[in-house]
């Protein structure tokens, strides 16, 4: 069983910076590709950034491209969401995702193609 816990979430003003982690547990959290989620009230899940498991490579939604940054450390068993010029419109709650697919060099976007979710980190951004 793998257990995913976000935290660095806050209220941010416009412009600010964020850095969420995810710590995940109860598995080889190296071996396997992981992404990041978020949901506005309202809306539905929404992808927001992807990584390989190794790190190698990285894929964003077009929304956060150049101001969100994923990244890993496998020694910590952790990934990384370090979100800078943020906007109103990001504020949502953020959600980590496992895909257990050892060692696959891929980059998902879909929700159901993960298989274990953290509980979220609420994201405020005031105007």
């Known amino acids: 069983q793998v257990q995913l816990t976000e935290s660095g979430g806050g209220l941010v003003q416009a412009g600010g910076s964020l850095r969420l982690s995810c710590l995940a547990s109860?598995?080889?959290?190296?071996?396997?590709?992981m992404g990041w989620f978020r949901q506005a009230p309202g809306k539905e899940h929404e992808f927001v950034a992807a990584?390989?498991?190794?790190?190698?490579?990285?894929y964003y939604a077009e929304s956060v491209k150049g101001r969100f940054t994923i990244s890993r450390d496998n020694a910590k068993n952790t990934v990384y969401l370090q979100m800078d010029s943020l906007k109103p419109e990001d504020t949502a709650v953020y959600y980590c995702?496992?895909?257990?697919?050892?060692?696959?060099?891929?980059?998902?976007?879909?929700?159901?193609?993960?298989?274990?979710w953290g509980q979220g980190t609420q994201v405020t951004v005031s105007s």
């Open positions: 995702a496992v895909r257990l697919d050892r060692s696959s060099e891929g980059l998902y976007t879909k929700r159901n193609l993960y298989d274990y």
């Open positions: 109860g598995r080889t959290f190296s071996s396997y590709p």
């Open positions: 990584i390989t498991w190794s790190g190698d490579r990285t």
